[in-house]
């Protein structure tokens, strides 16, 4: 399916929220540390609700680790060579929409923290394929961790057709 990463996520909830999403779609979660909260925090289980045994979450500790990981996950997998797969850096800078992209199982849709989005070293290093965006109405900051997430993990699962969706 499609991996969502969260570098240095800040608030509890969105991820909690971005648990259940990984529950509900297949979607493998990644967490780059530095994390602002325990993954004990009461607001994260609450906001995650029973899905947390359902969801597969990874933490990593720098982006470094999650490239390493996916490689290696990549090396198993029968389709790929060991290469990095797809990653897709979302920022409200970027000029290509999210819709503009035909997504590939093995993507990874790479999100920052809630505060201030993906430093521009992130946005521009190597293993970035592509920017995209969200849209949204001008003169507005930015959406929700957690909703721009869900927006980009359904349009990438829309266009497998829902696979493995119960209807």
């Keep these: 399916m499609f991996h969502v990463a969260f570098h240095q996520p800040e ?6 929220s971005a648990i259940r999403l990984a529950a509900c779609t297949g979607t493998l ?3 780059v540390r530095p994390l602002g909260f325990s993954l004990d925090d009461a607001k994260l289980r609450r906001a995650g609700l029973d899905y947390h045994d359902l969801a597969r979450v990874r933490v990593h500790d720098d982006l470094p680790a999650l490239w390493a990981h996916l490689r290696g996950q990549a090396q198993d997998d029968e ?3 060991g290469a990095l797969p797809r990653v897709f850096a979302f920022t409200a800078r970027a000029t290509t929409r999210y819709t503009d992209v035909a997504y ?19 946005l521009h290093a190597g293993e970035v394929t592509d920017r995209l965006r969200v849209p949204m109405l001008a003169g507005r900051r930015s959406l929700n961790l957690a909703s721009s997430a869900a927006i980009a993990v359904h349009e990438a699962w829309r266009q497998h057709g829902f696979a493995g969706a119960d209807g």
Excluded: Q
Excluded at 11 to 16: E, F, K, V
């Design 11 to 16: 608030i509890p909830g969105n991820t909690g």
């Design 29 to 31: 979660l990644h967490l």
């Design 79 to 81: 389709h790929r060579d």
């Design 104 to 122: 590939r199982a093995g993507d990874v849709l790479l999100f920052g923290p809630e505060s201030v989005g993906l430093a521009e070293e992130v």
